[in-house]
């Protein structure tokens, strides 16, 4: 998944004058009540791994937003 983000920054910058993104909104559609905590303690960190590499140390880091809906099954 890391490597599929840093893709996804990179194609951003490309597109945008070389400017990185300064929020990220990851929306996650159709996620159990299980898979909830799965995307908070892995997917999350994953992001902020690859925004740690890539972003400079001395400038402020993108802010980021999680959307998480949830899946019901009747």
């Known amino acids: 998944m890391k ?8 194609s951003f ?3 945008h004058s070389n400017s990185m993104p300064t929020n990220f909104v990851i929306y ?3 996620v159990g009540d299980s898979m909830r905590e799965q995307v ?4 999350l960190p994953q992001l902020k791994a690859v925004i740690s590499e890539l972003y400079n140390k001395v400038g402020k880091p993108p802010k980021i ?7 019901r099954i009747t």
């Open 3 to 10: 490597e599929l983000i840093r893709k996804a920054i990179h």
């Open 28 to 30: 996650r559609d159709g």
């Open 40 to 43: 908070l303690e892995k997917e």
């Open 13 to 15: 910058g490309r597109h």
């Open 65 to 71: 937003t999680v959307v998480i809906v949830n899946k």
